[in-house]
């Protein structure tokens, strides 16, 4: 057991395991310590001095979220000096800042407006810079405002937790502020889109290019048919924009309130994850059948494949050919749904809602042939729902549209790191030999950085890895180089933990963020809803029976490989 140091905090006596910093001490007392910089897995470097406290033995007021405690040690958080110290802080940093509070995307849920309200500050105290930058919209994904950044620099530290390190500070002193080398756009850069710098940030610096406009207008068009069809990860985090707890599953009222947007049909995306499943399970026995390039790549995460043809060309060979579900369901509403319902695909308007910035890069890749016209995020749906004057914890719960409605719990737990693999496995067991009993493959379940199994099915061995975050991904791909580990498959998702912690998901407060392990939350409800799912397999789904036997003919077929399947290109910038 590790060494226990007393400290008081605010008089109330705490234990700590040495090494903690007066932060995780003052958490555990429950005394709340204001932060901006600090970002709990992501970012502590110190620089905000908004944790400023008084503690005996040290010079001055110490940051609490890097400063050690120590035996004995008495921590004041609230004394006039910290106060006085915080407010010229958040002063300093509204002398600089863009306010636009009125229509700022993060109104209500901004940190610096949080803690400038409770600190009572004086927005015009000290000389205003108003010297003013473009907006960064060179990507099709987010928006960067500089003149918003309070260079916290936790987007900084998220990307390069994602070991890409597209964004840092630039300048010195006064002038520092966050960009990409050599001053280049987002989208020069070697961004892949990930957006966990938007989840990461306090203000409303960054947001994602939004195409609500777009798609209000297309529910406004007689001339177009709209329909939508939501990810797996979005119904176990949408709950959140409206207060709910994290880790509400509201597919029932999702659906409802995407029906009363205006005329409008809602899908379920989690067919196309079975689809998904179908060609990619296909795709590995082949290979493995045939001595094709192994270990073989998840392919249903564009962060990760733009990361792949980016900085790792060689390993193209190595990813699925498959497409990403949202360009699955894409292809399949322009091809098969237009053709069975006499509609022309130039009248159909596909609305992907996604927890992901990346999928919005996704769509409008040449590739892709604009089948998805429109990709929007949880928040944007949040946002959406709240425009149309919705009262969405009122709403009933209502089921998906057919034909699309009957999915398996593979086809769900894709939202969730590990996910992939599971769904991907069960198909494999049946395929291969038969087994209709296995389809709890628990070892590539949970948010470890990196997990790995072996599986016996038809006599053959099959070696997994299952990593989520970019910097894991990189990590599988150095072992594997190095002759270091041997696989056959192997799922990477770009987010920590999956999509149910994809940058276009809610973005909740650093003390939400900080206190709860959102990711395992949020996955919960994922394998919950799959567990009561009386179909676990990809394979099992009426709807995807009728679409081999109706439209594709075979996984793997010629007509799947012409809609379901993609090619990729080394650095897609250039
Ligand atoms: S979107 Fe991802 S890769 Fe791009 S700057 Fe943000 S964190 Fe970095
Ligand atoms: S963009 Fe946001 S996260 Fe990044 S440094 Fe500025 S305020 Fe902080
Ligand atoms: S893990 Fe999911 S949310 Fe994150 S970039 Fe990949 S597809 Fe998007």
Redesign the pocket.
């Known amino acids: 057991m590790a060494d226990m140091i007393n400290l008081k905090i605010n008089n109330i006596p705490v234990s700590v395991p040495a090494g903690s910093t007066i932060l995780d001490a003052a958490r555990i007392a429950h005394v709340e310590i204001p932060t901006l910089c600090y970002l709990k897995d992501v970012a502590c470097v110190g620089s905000c001095r908004m944790c400023l406290v008084e503690a005996t033995g040290a010079r001055g007021l110490v940051a609490a979220c890097v400063y050690p405690v120590s035996e004995g040690m008495e921590v004041q958080t609230n004394t006039e000096k910290c106060r006085k110290s915080r407010k010229t802080s958040l002063e300093l940093m509204l002398s600089k800042h863009k306010k636009e509070c009125l229509a700022c995307d993060r109104a209500g849920n901004c940190e610096l407006q949080r803690l400038s309200v409770e600190y009572n500050c004086d927005p015009n105290r000290f000389e205003q810079d108003t010297e003013r930058h473009p907006l960064d919209l060179s990507a099709p994904y987010v928006v960067r405002d500089r003149d918003k950044c309070i260079n916290c620099n936790r987007c900084v530290a998220a990307c390069k937790k994602q070991s890409v390190g597209a964004i840092g500070p630039i300048g010195r002193g006064y002038a520092v502020h966050i960009g990409s080398a050599f001053e280049m756009s987002l989208m020069e850069s070697v961004c892949v889109?990930?957006?966990q710098c938007i989840v990461a940030c306090p203000v409303g610096a960054l947001k994602e290019r939004t195409t609500v406009d777009e798609v209000w207008a297309a529910i406004a068009d007689p001339q177009k048919k709209v329909v939508f069809f939501t990810a797996p990860s979005v119904r176990a985090t949408l709950g959140e924009a409206f207060d709910l707890p994290v880790g509400t599953n509201v597919e029932g009222k999702m659906v409802a309130a995407i029906r009363r947007l205006g005329n409008v049909e809602v899908f379920n995306m989690d067919i196309t994850a079975d689809l998904t499943i179908m060609e990619e399970a296909t795709e590995l026995i082949n290979r493995i059948q045939t001595g094709g390039v192994m270990p073989m790549f998840t392919s249903?995460?564009?962060?990760?494949v733009k990361f792949v043809e980016q900085k790792h060309p060689e390993m193209i060979p190595h990813l699925s050919t498959c497409k990403?579900p949202q360009e699955m369901f894409g292809g399949l509403l322009k091809t098969y749904y237009c053709e069975k319902n006499g509609i022309d695909p130039k009248d159909l308007y596909v609305v992907s809602v996604?927890?992901?910035t990346?999928?919005k890069y996704e769509c409008k890749r040449p590739e892709m042939n604009g089948e998805v016209d429109a990709a929007i995020t949880t928040r944007e749906l949040a946002r959406m729902i709240k425009t149309a004057g919705i009262c969405f914890k009122d709403l009933p719960d209502e089921a998906f549209d057919d034909p699309f409605a009957t999915c398996s719990g593979g086809g769900t737990i894709f939202g969730a790191t590990g996910g992939v693999m599971e769904a991907a496995l069960r198909v494999a067991a049946r395929m291969l030999d038969g087994n209709f009993e296995l389809v709890d493959f628990t070892k590539v379940r949970g948010t470890s950085p990196i997990k790995e199994a072996t599986y016996n099915v038809a006599g053959k061995t099959i070696r997994v890895a299952v990593a989520?975050g970019l910097a894991n991904a990189e990590t599988v791909i150095k072992n594997i180089q190095s002759g270091k580990k041997h696989y056959d498959f192997v799922e990477i998702?770009?987010?920590p933990g999956?999509?149910v912690n994809?940058?276009?998901q809610p973005t909740l407060p650093d003390s939400i963020r900080n206190s709860l392990d959102l990711k395992d939350l949020r996955a919960k409800a994922l394998y919950k809803s799959d567990k009561k799912n009386k179909l676990r397999r990809s394979s099992e789904s009426p709807v995807i029976e009728t679409l081999y036997n109706e439209y594709f003919g075979a996984p793997g077929g010629e007509r799947s490989h012409k809609v379901l399947h993609t090619h990729y290109k080394a650095d897609p910038r250039v």
């Open positions: 889109g990930c957006g249903c995460c564009p962060a990760w990403s996604i927890p992901c990346a999928k989520s998702m770009a987010c999956g999509c994809g940058g276009g």
